[in-house]
């Protein structure tokens, strides 16, 4: 069981716009910066958005992020099929035992 | 260019013990961390833990306290991750990721922008 929720899965048609959600607390979402995860299959991790809502260079701007509270979203629009990957929030968690922690993950199908 | 290339793949039995490597290049290796997580088959990512480059602190995930180890050696900008006792779900993908931490005025800002290619460690009997 993951300390931050996201859906295991979402679907849209290519064009369209997704949203994945990814919920937390006030240990770590409500007090620290949020980033994302893209990981296509058999391929390690890449960093698609830091620190709430920030795109690193070459990262398209289809891709955004949003942060309100304890919760986050991760924004795609325009879905290519190259975009069907499994997609993590991350951030670190100020608790008792400071660490970092990552959502279960959200696979995205683009039908 | 940034890169963490890690060692290869390993197969080894319930007990023993494994140790993957990280050989980074293209970036001053102590200005930044490096963190270890791992992924079991078909499974989501776990946090391993953390080393600072620069002066070896560490800061280890609870359940791996006292079985995993977290070194570097500056003098050939590679990290190292040693895990005891292995059990067979360990068996996972390991990567290292490097760590971005800047502080601002809001809290540190932290996330991971290069990652390795990944160590497949198999345990098996």
């Known amino acids: 069981q993951s300390v931050l929720t996201q859906p295991p899965s979402v679907s849209a048609a290519p064009g369209q716009k997704v949203t994945i959600s990814c919920s937390g607390s006030s240990s770590n979402i409500g007090n620290n910066y949020v980033s994302w995860y893209q990981q296509l299959p058999g391929t390690a991790p890449k960093l698609l958005i830091y620190?709430?809502?920030k795109r690193p260079s070459g990262i398209p701007d289809r891709f955004s992020g949003s942060k309100s509270g304890t919760s986050a979203t991760l924004g795609i629009t325009g879905l290519q099929t190259g975009d069907e990957a499994d997609y993590y929030c991350?951030?670190?968690?100020?608790?008792?035992?400071?660490?970092?922690?990552f959502g279960g993950g959200t696979k995205l199908t683009v039908l | 260019q940034v890169q963490l290339v890690q060692s290869g793949a390993e197969v080894k039995k319930p007990g023993a013990s494994v140790k993957v490597s990280c050989k980074a290049s293209?970036?001053?290796?102590?200005?930044?961390?490096i963190s270890w997580v791992r992924q079991a088959p078909g499974q989501g990512l776990e946090w391993m833990g953390w080393i600072s480059a620069y002066n070896g602190n560490t800061n280890y995930a609870q359940k791996l306290q006292g079985r995993v180890t977290m070194t570097t050696d500056t003098s050939t900008s590679t990290a190292y991750m040693e895990l005891r006792s292995l059990r067979s779900d360990d068996t996972a993908v390991y990567y290292c990721?490097?760590?971005?931490?800047?502080?601002?005025?809001?809290?540190?800002?932290?996330?991971?922008?290069?990652w390795g290619q990944g160590t497949l460690v198999t345990v098996s009997s």
């Open positions: 990721a490097r760590l971005v931490e800047v502080g601002t005025v809001a809290g540190n800002s932290r996330s991971y922008d290069y």
């Open positions: 293209g970036y001053t290796f102590t200005s930044y961390g």
């Open positions: 991350g951030t670190w968690d100020s608790s008792l035992s400071a660490h970092w922690v």
């Open positions: 620190d709430n809502n």
